[in-house]
């Protein structure tokens, strides 16, 4: 099981606002870590998404967003596009480990 | 930009050493940090340890007594070896650029540049 949590799945139709959360613990997420966000469209490598919670890098919509509160992060998709139909990662430090810790993926289907 | 290529066998034997290797282009090494992640068929991702441009290195604890991450600023490469490899190591590896920031309490780490991954398969 993955030290961070996330729906293994979640479905929206087009034009429609879905929301990935992303649960950690006080030695990540909690910790003040930043959350970083992947994208994954299938049979190709993850492409980064949202840096450092809430910056998107160039190239990014602005229909993507990140948010954090507490022990947990959330990535937000407005006005949802066919090709948004991806898997995605959330990703963050972890100080207990000293390592860098991933979610376990949501596929997000568009319907 | 940078651009990152994996190169390696497809296909490696139980018990013997996986070698992969991620040339960098477009960019330099120096005071950067480089990463192995992997990803089994179906399932999420793993990440497998980093190399500074230097040489210092930090492997995930699940799997340090068998990983060596080396680079070779020279060649603009960096190298994963995994020893003593069974099925449960099949996978697609990714090499991708570290990219850290903050300090103490505040260090923060993602992965910024991926390459487009290589499927190993054990058996």
């Known amino acids: 099981q993955s030290v961070l949590t996330q729906p293994p799945s979640v479905s929206g139709a087009p034009g429609q606002r879905v929301t990935i959360s992303c649960t950690g613990s006080s030695s990540n997420i909690g910790a003040g870590y930043d959350v970083h966000w992947y994208q994954q469209l299938p049979g190709t490598a993850p492409k980064l998404l949202i840096f450092g919670t809430t910056s998107r890098p160039s190239g990014v919509p602005d229909r993507f967003s990140g948010s954090k509160s507490g022990t947990s992060a959330s990535l937000a998709i407005t006005g949802l596009q066919a090709e948004d139909e991806a898997d995605y990662y959330c990703q963050s430090f972890d100080s207990s480990l000293s390592t860098s810790v991933f979610g376990g993926g949501t596929k997000l289907t568009v319907l | 930009q940078v651009q990152l290529q994996e190169s390696g066998p497809g296909l490696v034997k139980p018990s013997e050493t996986l070698s992969l290797t991620c040339t960098v282009s477009?960019?330099?090494?120096?005071?950067?940090?480089w990463s192995w992640i992997r990803q089994p068929p179906g399932k999420g991702l793993e990440w497998i340890g980093y190399?500074?441009?230097?040489?210092?290195?930090n492997y995930n604890p699940s799997l340090k007594r068998r990983v060596r991450i080396s680079v070779d600023t020279s060649k603009k490469q960096f190298s994963l070896k995994l020893s003593s490899v069974t099925a449960a190591d099949s996978a697609v590896y990714y090499c991708?650029?570290?990219?850290?920031?903050?300090?103490?309490?505040?260090?923060?780490?993602?992965?910024?540049?991926w390459g487009q991954g290589t499927m190993v398969t054990v058996s």
């Open positions: 477009g960019g330099s090494m120096n005071s950067q940090y």
């Open positions: 190399i500074f441009y230097s040489g210092s290195t």
């Open positions: 991708a650029k570290l990219l850290t920031y903050g300090s103490g309490s505040n260090y923060n780490e993602a992965f910024d540049i």
